[in-house]
């Protein structure tokens, strides 16, 4: 059983930071692909941010030159360092994963007030 748990959203005024922790834990060795996506109210759910198990980063147009995906070497953790915080980015924010399988966290919320 695999399980991904996101920590650290929560409200911050527009400008504002927030830094996003997802960490995964059981019967897994290593995930190729971890990403942050995010489903505001009536919209779906999108990519925001992207790393591969070498390094390889994507972002969302959107949000390029705020955000920062990061992963800690070793470990099936990955980071999201949201600066500059717009209330457009208020979304649940939902962590992924895929190894031979695909697994999803709960999501946390960010609320960004203007």
């Known amino acids: 059983q695999v399980q991904l748990v996101e920590s650290g959203g929560g409200l911050v005024q527009a400008g504002g930071s927030l830094r996003l922790s997802c960490a995964a834990s059981g019967s897994i060795f290593s995930l190729n692909f971890m990403g942050w996506y995010r489903q505001a109210p009536g919209k779906q759910r999108e990519l925001v941010a992207s790393i591969t198990s070498i390094g390889r980063t994507n972002y969302a147009d959107s949000v390029k030159g705020r955000f920062t995906i990061s992963k800690e070497n070793g470990k099936n953790t990955v980071h999201l360092q949201m600066n500059s915080l717009q209330p457009e980015d208020t979304a649940v924010y939902y962590c992924?994963?895929?190894?031979?399988?695909?697994?999803w966290g709960k999501g946390t919320q960010v609320t960004v007030s203007s």
């Open positions: 992924r994963g895929i190894a031979s399988n695909d697994y």
